[in-house]
């Protein structure tokens, strides 16, 4: 298909040297003689450049790219092409969006050749507004893919908050509440960023859910995860996942580690970190995880993270905090898990901090 180039010139002998020199190149051209009726013809009008005069009658130039910006009209890319070689006309031009500026007259090679570029440049802005609005619908889908960010029952809560580092991230949660008290939960991370991470949150929360129909000991769910995530995610891909299973009926929680960040248990004697893990899932197709328990004896939180919380660095030091910080407010005497958690939040927003992974918390109080 023929490139379309709008040519928007005052002078009719401008115009029919312009039109003749693009057709001949092999493009398709539309004229319009001042920028009033360049804004009527891009109303129904599609273009991939347009070639703009500085001085026109009823509407210049100038005042052309301003309404132009100030409606996004268009992202065509724009040549300016004039006999005004007045500097501030041309820096304001530039200002203005224009990508590059040539005099009347000019040797017919460079103009082209400056079209050509112009065009490249068009592709860019083109491909790029392509690519953003598939990340704001894939957003808008991996939406869909979390629960509630907060969940109570009688005898347990859980309080989410997650941060991509892009549009779309790599991290997901999930819970199941069964109607016999019983309460699991995921928090999981797959290696990578973006687009191909996303795309693979999908698959663990689809393989997760599919393993709770088998059973629910988080060793078995992550084992049945393991061997299906194994055969359809990229060798060089794995994913680490942290799931419980709480059972106040018991007072127990069971939990299965595949080679997450060692989440924190705090209860009224202090904070201690679950040290045991198994291998991530994905790579090793036959691996099994074990199921650890802990018996409450009285009220207790866990509070499970992803590795971005780790790297989190201090914008002053130029160094990773994440650690320090999350230690810090765990360690914070006198308030209650939930707000510690909030607050572990207040500082990865506040903007002494640089996020370069994403970040995800996930807070589970049990009674």
Known sequence: MKKKILVIDDELGIQKILSRILSNAGYEVAIASNGKEALDKLETVSVDLIMLDMNMPEMDGLNFLRRVKEHDITHAPVLMISGDVNPANIVESYKLGVYDFIRKPEKTEVMLKRVENGLKIGEMIYFNEFIRVEL???????KYLFPDPIMKTGRASIYTWSLPLSDIGGDLYDYVAYQDGRLIFLVADVSGHSISAALYTAIVKMVFRNALQKSVVPGDVMTIMNQELAGNIPAESFVTAYCGLYDPSRRVLEYANAGHPQPYWMTGKGVEQLTEYDSFLGPI???????????????????????????????????PVGLKLLLEILNTSGKPSLEKFKMIQKNITSGETEVTDDCTLMLVDMI
């Open 136 to 142: 704001l619908m894939a957003r808008k889908l991996q």
């Open 285 to 319: 197709a036959n691996a099994t995880y074990r199921t650890h328990r802990i018996k409450l004896e009285d009220a207790s939180s866990l509070l499970v993270y992803t590795d971005g919380i780790i790297d989190i660095v201090s914008e002053k030091e130029d160094a």
